[in-house]
């Protein structure tokens, strides 16, 4: 499943890649037992040196974006012969290459260029390295996966979803609006934020019908946590109403009994699972009032 392994906040004046690689061993260290990296991919903003031997020392295969500089600008043009390039797709070439940058001293790395022509492909990403309207734009990147260059560009194509868990956390947990005036506050909810992704994230994929895996979270807390329920009193029992519809009570009424499974306080109570709706119920029991700080409770007999 999706799950954040590990997250942290930092000033808005940081440069993606300053403590990468701290940050990279700290996760390491979070990881669950027998579980391990199958992939690491990153954009431009990564493309550092000591973040790449730091893979390359713990043998974490990665996919990164290379910064188009002069000198890999000039590797793309001069060094890749034309008939290097193949085509792999309507308007979509690839080629690859193993260099080494003046940086690196000898180590020597494999890049993988993706070029498609703007005519057939008008919202394609990527850099343009020759100034010829309507011509191509590029991509480059830097690999230690051993595929063919069109793969790598394939599995590099898939960190785009992991941008639909960042849009959860801003828009549908909006963590991006929390600005306390402390920065370890500010952090802290940040954080529990994160941990609540993960919640939700597991609810959504051990109690919720298989047709809302794909659904965002803001569907899950609007559709089931907002308005998911009335409590109903029953002679001497309070039973629960699901809002749920008929053809997916009885899979999210399953999936509901994993609930108490270790957890303390939940197997203390009694849980007594249908799908059939009280005949009479005596009364639906309405929420309490809140009282807000500021106001004043009615103090006459």
Known sequence: GRRLLWAVLRSGNSGSANGCVEFLKQALTVLPAGQKIGLVRADAGFFEKRLLEYLESEELPYIIVARVTQIVRKLVIHQIPSKAWRG?????????L???????????????????EISERPQASGRRLIDCPGYTTYRVMVTSVPYAAEVVSRMYAGRADSENRIKELKEDLS?????????????A??????????LLT????TVLPRSWFERRLRAVRDF??????????QGRRVQIRFAMTEPDRPDFLRRLRTIPEGLPIAAQLEWSLTDQTPPHPDKIITPMPLISPNSTADQSP
């Open 88 to 96: 792999v797709a309507r308007g979509i070439e690839v080629a690859d």
């Open 202 to 205: 597991q609810f959504r994929e």
């Open 98 to 116: 193993e260099v080494s940058l003046p940086k690196w001293k000898t180590v020597r790395r494999r890049f993988i260029c993706l070029r498609q």
């Open 189 to 198: 909810a940040f954080r529990m934020g994160c941990v609540l992704y993960n």
């Open 224 to 233: 089931v946590f907002l308005v998911g329920a009335d409590l109903i009193s």
């Open 175 to 187: 963590l991006d609006t929390f600005c306390l005036k402390s920065f370890d506050a500010t952090d």
